[in-house]
């Protein structure tokens, strides 16, 4: 275990430098071909020759190699990666903030986003699933896999606009009519996030959003205990006279887990991208919003660094659903 937890370790390190280098060199050759973005820290005013060159300085800007379209700009990855290592992630052109600081604000927002959206697609999907092996080919069987194709085929984009735009606000006001004001569910259906309620304003976006990629992951839940109904060991399970709770809930289940946590890993990429529209309409100052806004602004040091950070979440991500399959099966050993 512990050799392929450091092999994996290593391929992780490798495919995080990877990303960070394509990373740079589009950045790069976006300066080559877009032109210097030290210009931004100028905003509306044409700055002088001596002024523009001091902020490409200031900003790792002034290498030769954002010239020259197509060039990789070997040194300034080196610098970047010496940077990092030190703990300094840039600052922005706009308004010369650290970047280290808005991935302390974004980082946490995002992950209680993740968190939501991450169980609410595993217990839905687990329920369903069960639901509908259970009863194969039956009408419980065409309408949970009907029902969640019909919800999994309406857009994240459309679901937060119908519910921030007409659910939201009338429900909120009903809500605290009942509770109060500063009750926790009065804050619960906001339509807009809340600093001072981080956890309660971000429940039902992660809850909503936690419904892309539904369809599929039923399907598969359902299409692996099917599997495991008529397999050995449950006719065995059953000829010792368990009951048939234990029988689904030890034997099916758990064995009929490892594709679905596998599931989880590629699942958990899908909803990043559906993060970037929900924290765009309900306001949540997370990786999404900083990222797109970074794309728009052409803030080089948040786009690397946000895409960075990404891959070190999809990649240990990854690691420990590798490392979940020897807890579900204990046959799988690891060489």
Not at 4 to 32: D, K
Not at 143 to 148: I, L, M, P
Not at 304 to 329: E, K
Request: charged share 15%; aromatic share 10%.
């Amino acid at each position: 275990m512990g050799r392929y937890v450091i092999r994996r370790l290593l391929q992780a390190l490798l495919t995080l430098g990877l990303v960070l280098f394509l990373m740079h060199w589009l950045m790069a050759i976006s300066v080559q071909v877009r032109g210097n973005p030290a210009r931004l820290f100028f905003g509306d005013r044409t700055p002088d020759a001596a002024a523009l060159a001091q902020v490409e300085a200031m900003y790792n800007l002034d290498d030769p190699c954002y010239d020259r379209t197509g060039d990789p700009c070997l040194v300034p990855f080196v610098e970047r990666l010496q940077d990092y290592a030190a703990g300094d992630f840039g600052t922005t052109l706009r308004n010369n903030r650290d970047v280290g600081e808005l991935l302390a604000i974004s980082i946490p927002n995002t992950l209680r986003l993740f968190a939501f959206s991450i169980v609410t697609l595993v217990v839905l999907a687990m329920v369903f699933g069960s639901w509908a092996a259970r009863h194969r080919n039956r009408f419980q069987d065409h309408f949970v896999r009907g029902g969640t194709i019909l919800v999994d085929s309406v857009p994240v984009f459309l679901i937060m606009l119908i519910y921030s735009s007409l659910i939201a606000v009338p429900l909120t006001r009903w809500v605290r009519g009942i509770f109060g004001d500063e009750s926790a569910i009065g804050q619960l259906f906001r339509p807009t996030y809340d600093v001072d309620h981080p956890w309660m304003t971000i429940i039902v976006p992660g809850l909503l959003l936690g419904t892309a990629g539904l369809a599929s992951m039923t399907r598969l839940v359902r299409a692996s205990q099917l599997e495991n109904y008529h397999a050995d060991f449950v006719r065995t399970a059953h000829a010792k006279g368990l009951t048939r709770r234990r029988v689904t809930n030890v034997h099916i289940v758990r064995n009929s887990l490892i594709p679905v946590v596998t599931s989880i890993g590629y699942n958990f990429a899908f909803i990043l991208t559906g993060a970037v529209v929900t924290e765009g309409i309900m306001q949540i100052p997370g990786m999404g919003q900083m990222l797109w806004n970074a794309l728009l602004g052409t803030e080089v040091s948040i786009v690397i660094t946000s895409f960075v950070v990404i891959a070190v979440v999809v990649l240990a991500v990854n690691l420990v659903v590798d490392l979940m399959y020897a807890l579900l099966d204990p046959r799988i050993r690891y060489a």
